[in-house]
C-alpha cells in the first residue's frame, strides 16, 4: 500500500517555473515506478512522465519534453516535477501515482493516485 500526497501547485505566469512535490508513505517506495498526470477541466486525464524506480529511466510526453524533469528520491520518500517554460495549455490539476510495473505510461497501470494539486499558468 502507498499513499501520495502532492504539494508545490500555485499560480505562476507564462515562462515561469513551478516545482511539484509528491511525498510517498510506506516502505516499498523505491520498488514502484512513479509517474505524473494532469488533467483539465473539461478535457482526459493526460501522461505527462514517469521515472522509473531506479531513476535510470524517465519518460516524457512530447508536450512537456525539454520543459519537465522528473527527479525521486528513494530515501526520503518523494518524487518531484520540476516544471520550466509554463504555457497556459499547462493549466490543470497535476497527480503523483506509482505503478508496480517497470515501463508504465498508461494511467491503467498505476495502482496508487494522489489527491491532486493545481497549477494555473496565466498568460
Known amino acids: 500500500q502507498v499513499q501520495l500526497v502532492e504539494s508545490g501547485g500555485g499560480l505562476v505566469q507564462a515562462g515561469g517555473s513551478l516545482r511539484l512535490s509528491c511525498a510517498a508513505s510506506?516502505?516499498?517506495?523505491?520498488?514502484?515506478?512513479m509517474g505524473w498526470f494532469r488533467q483539465a477541466p473539461g478535457k482526459e486525464r493526460e501522461f505527462v512522465g514517469t521515472?522509473?524506480?531506479?531513476?535510470?529511466?524517465?519518460y516524457y510526453a512530447d508536450s512537456v519534453k525539454g520543459r519537465f524533469t522528473i527527479s525521486r528520491d528513494n530515501a526520503k520518500n518523494t518524487v518531484s516535477l520540476q516544471m520550466n517554460g509554463l504555457k497556459p495549455e499547462d493549466t490543470a490539476v497535476y497527480y503523483c501515482a506509482a505503478a508496480p510495473t517497470l515501463y508504465a505510461v498508461r494511467g491503467t497501470e498505476y495502482a496508487y493516485w494522489g489527491q491532486g494539486t493545481q497549477v494555473t499558468v496565466s498568460s
Open positions: 521515472i522509473s524506480w531506479s531513476g535510470g529511466w524517465e
Open positions: 510506506g516502505r516499498t517506495f523505491s520498488s514502484y515506478t
